[in-house]
């Protein structure tokens, strides 16, 4: 079984930052992308950023220049840097990994449970 666990949400004002970090953990043969998601209340589940395997990264435009994401692949961890925050970053942020585990043997996406962030004064 494959548990993908967050940390390090919380409240932060206007123009602070914060890290979130998520450990993927059970029976993974390999992953490939990982990412952040986050929902707003009232809006859609979007894309914040990823990473492959190989380091190569993508962001929603909203976050370039301020968010950086990385990763361990060895201990299955991925980590969001996010920079000068805005009040609109407000949402609740989901990790993503596109992995494929040992029993069964078969590739699925899996989710995190949520981290909420909130950037208020």
């Known amino acids: 079984q494959v548990q993908l666990v967050e940390s390090g949400g919380g409240l932060v004002q206007p123009g602070g930052s914060l890290r979130l970090s998520c450990a993927a953990s059970g029976s993974i043969f390999s992953i490939n992308v990982m990412g952040w998601y986050r929902q707003a209340p009232g809006k859609q589940c979007e894309l914040v950023a990823t990473i492959t395997s190989g380091g190569s990264t993508n962001f929603a435009d909203s976050v370039k220049g301020r968010f950086t994401i990385s990763r361990d692949n060895a201990k299955n961890t991925v980590s969001l840097q996010m920079n000068s925050l805005k009040p609109e970053d407000t949402a609740v942020y989901y990790c993503?990994?596109?992995?494929?585990?040992?029993?069964?043997?078969?590739?699925?996406?899996?989710w995190g449970q949520g981290t909420q962030v909130t950037v208020s004064s």
């Open positions: 993503n990994a596109d992995l494929v585990s040992v029993t069964p043997m078969r590739r699925s996406d899996y």
